[in-house]
């Protein structure tokens, strides 16, 4: 079971077609719309249908969050069995939903409740559960595949003799719970009579724009301060950079803590009236307030009740308490004076539509039936005069636009004939000896992979030891020994003989002597063994095993040579090595084999950082997969990254993996010192 954020997912292994898969637990969203990654294909199978819950699948499996994530648990009665409901969901209004689901798990006695529970909702957390886990993290980190909370869930599962996993119901019916209960502890608010709560989002505006929300509430808060002069307003929810209208009090937040959840609750309480665009913002004013009004636009008619909690038993009640004003996609359509004559009629009329629609009124019960009066309707003003939008002048424009224009103009390098001594961008030297080689070191301050070389070399501090295994003409090589420093070793495979002269003449332009040179191919297992080699300017794509490959539309002929050759288990037992703090392989498809001979090494975890190359395009050669190396690593403790714009990122493999990426797997000590890098 993989618990990685909002989905709890199954892996295994199907016992008739021997694939591996990944699938969703009957929970949440994974209860109506389960989803399946075949983790051998890379196919995604998705029965109901929903792809805005399936299409998530495999890019957060490939590339997961490593990033650190703030987790409390607050063991309050221990328990051997236990339920498990867990609320995260990037959409705080589908954490609020499942959380609805704990009281009815309460009422069981044969086992204790732990609720994963986002810290936005801390608050509304009921007495008696048995263990309360809350996760310190802005909702939108829950989207992705979160490595740190899937290992420390699993360390919290392992205390319990028995677990069980709750439903979490996504949409719980109003039977099934009650909301006054989450929030008995909070008193209501009424700063105004009527008093009327604004529940906005930054993200949902009401019109177009901006300016046009701040144009729509300005003539609402008018036209009914015009009928309701002692009317007071209250704007709360996530967010704070869309401008309001004087006379509203903004207690709005862009990061709430619990205290402004409870003065928002409280306010909501006292409401006599809520207003809000339609999503997550409205459910709990819907259930809390005396009466909604919810804008909702076209796009998301067929989510209409979805952001509503229901408190009313009574449906007519209920239906005279949440009013639904449908709208374009905009919402441009939606004129102040329309959502205001609306507001007036409940706010004028709610009492009266009680007692005349519910109760004795309505044949509900015996008794005299009251005498119930209409109030005269409001009269109507006129709407404010809009204000003009704002707009950059033409010359701004022009000169943001010849900005960018001088940004793309790029410079022709002045390349040296070869052979040619050139130093890149961290200092080293290398001699060059074709105009290709040169042309690609200019344009890239350096090596094609410098990206990768500076964030080994970050891995790594003085007296520490490195091994490079097909070292080719030393990139790798000269950092890592520069790194490691005076007191510290790199030993260098590289059997190619061509390729070994110029890892010994970029030693000698850089002045290293703390480089050891081997000659042996490494493997997984020792002897003799062909090494097939493609002719000069190629040299970097010489294996172990012979593959057609084909350059510029021409077919590059194989040529094989008997090369020497260990494994890493027994060198490092030959040269005395008790640790390597870095193991860097480029050995073109090879490096399955590589890592078979260093299982003894790998397994006692005496390898801290693992940088290879992976594609399936290479390994197949050699009957090896990418996603088999990267869990192997994985298994093995060694935490699997890529570089991306000098950042390390999460990465994994679902299916067949063409690309190539070189792989950085890392230990929680490796991953440590480079945890700045780590995004």
């Given at each position: 079971m993989r618990l990685p954020g909002w989905r709890m997912l199954l892996d295994g292994t199907c016992d008739?077609?021997?694939?591996?898969y990944l699938q969703d637990l009957p929970s949440g969203h994974g209860l109506v719309y389960p989803s399946t990654l075949d983790l051998d294909t890379g196919d995604v199978f998705d029965e109901a249908g929903a792809t805005w819950f399936s299409t998530w699948l495999r890019p957060a499996w490939e590339e997961p969050d490593a990033r650190p994530v703030a987790v409390d648990v607050a063991v309050i009665e221990p328990r051997d069995r236990v339920v498990l409901l867990n609320c995260l969901d990037p959409i705080y209004g589908h954490s609020l939903l499942k959380l609805l689901n704990v009281q009815h798990e309460l009422e069981r006695d044969d086992a204790g409740v732990v609720v994963v529970i986002p810290a936005s909702l801390r608050v509304l957390l009921p007495a008696g559960v048995a263990e309360a886990w809350t996760v310190y993290e802005r909702p939108a980190r829950f989207r992705g595949w979160l490595l740190e909370l899937e290992e420390r869930f699993g360390r919290e599962l392992g205390r319990f003799e028995q677990c069980e996993l709750s439903p979490a119901y996504p949409h719980p019916h109003p039977s099934t719970y009650d909301l006054d209960a989450l929030v008995s502890g909070i008193e209501a608010e009424r700063p105004g009579d009527p008093s009327i709560v604004l529940s906005l989002r930054d993200d949902r505006l009401w019109g177009r724009d901006a300016q046009a929300q701040l144009r729509n509430v300005a003539g609402l808060c008018e036209l009914v301060t015009a009928s309701f002069p002692g009317a007071a307003f209250t704007a709360v929810g996530v967010g704070s950079e869309v401008p309001l209208p004087q006379g509203v009090s903004d207690l709005r937040s862009p990061a709430p803590g619990e205290e402004d959840e409870r003065r928002w609750l409280a306010l909501m309480r006292g409401a006599e009236l809520v207003l809000g665009v339609h999503g997550s913002n409205i459910l709990l004013p819907s259930g809390l307030a005396a009466a909604t009004?919810?804008?909702?636009?076209?796009?998301?008619?067929?989510?209409?009740?979805?952001?509503?909690?229901?408190?009313?038993?009574?449906?007519?009640?209920?239906?005279?308490?949440?009013?639904?004003?449908?709208?374009?996609?905009?919402?441009?359509?939606?004129?102040?004076?329309?959502?205001?004559?609306?507001?007036?009629?409940?706010?004028?009329?709610?009492?009266?539509?009680?007692?005349?629609?519910?109760?004795?009124?309505?044949?509900?019960?015996?008794?005299?039936?009251?005498?119930?009066?209409?109030?005269?309707?409001?009269?109507?003003?006129?709407p404010p005069e809009p204000e003009p939008r704002w707009r950059p002048s033409p010359a701004r424009v022009l000169r943001r636009a010849a900005a960018a224009a001088a940004e793309r103009i790029a410079r022709t390098p002045d390349l040296p004939r070869p052979p040619a001594v050139l130093t890149d961008r961290r200092g080293f030297r290398f001699e060059l000896e074709t105009a290709d080689e040169i042309d690609g070191f200019k344009r890239g301050?350096?090596?094609?992979?410098?990206?990768?070389?500076?964030?080994?070399?970050?891995?790594?501090?003085?007296?520490?030891?490195?091994?490079?295994?097909?070292?080719?003409?030393?990139?790798?090589?000269?950092?890592?020994?520069?790194?490691?420093?005076?007191?510290?070793?790199?030993?260098?495979?590289?059997?190619?003989l061509a390729s070994r002269k110029r890892l010994a003449r970029t030693l000698e332009l850089n002045g290293l002597t703390n480089v050891t040179v081997d000659g042996r191919a490494v493997t997984h297992e020792p002897g003799t063994?062909?090494?097939?080699?493609?002719?000069?300017?190629?040299?970097?794509?010489?294996?172990l095993a012979a593959r057609q490959l084909e350059h510029e539309g021409r077919v590059l002929e194989a040529t094989p040579t008997p090369v020497a050759t260990t494994t890493l288990d027994d060198y490092a037992g030959e040269a005395g090595i008790a640790r390597i703090d870095l193991l860097k392989i480029d050995v073109e498809g090879a490096e399955e084999r590589v890592l078979r001979g260093a299982r003894r090494l790998l397994d006692e975890r005496r390898v801290a950082a693992v940088v290879l190359e992976v594609s399936d395009n290479t390994l197949e050669a050699f009957g090896a997969r990418a996603i088999d190396v990267v869990e192997l690593l994985e298994r093995l403790g060694l935490r699997p990254f890529v570089a991306c714009d000098g950042r390390l990122r999460g990465f994994r493999v679902a299916g067949v993996y063409r690309e190539l990426a070189n792989v950085f797997a890392l230990s929680a000590e490796a991953r440590e010192r480079v945890a700045e890098a780590i995004g």
């Open positions: 008739e077609c021997g694939h591996r009004i919810e804008l909702i636009s076209e796009e998301r008619y067929g989510n209409v009740f979805q952001g509503t909690l229901l408190a009313e038993t009574d449906p007519v009640a209920a239906l005279g308490a949440h009013r639904v004003v449908y709208g374009d996609a905009e919402l441009t359509d939606v004129a102040p004076e329309r959502v205001a004559a609306l507001a007036a009629s409940i706010l004028r009329e709610g009492d009266r539509f009680r007692r005349l629609m519910t109760g004795p009124a309505a044949g509900q019960t015996g008794g005299p039936v009251p005498i119930v009066a209409s109030p005269p309707p409001p009269s109507p003003r006129p301050g350096g090596h094609f992979e410098a990206e990768e070389i500076e964030l080994a070399a970050r891995l790594l501090a003085p007296g520490m030891v490195a091994v490079d295994v097909g070292a080719n003409i030393g990139a790798f090589t000269a950092a890592l020994a520069a790194a490691v420093g005076p007191g510290g070793t790199v030993h260098a495979f590289e059997p190619l063994a062909e090494l097939f080699q493609y002719g000069p300017g190629f040299e970097s794509w010489a294996t």
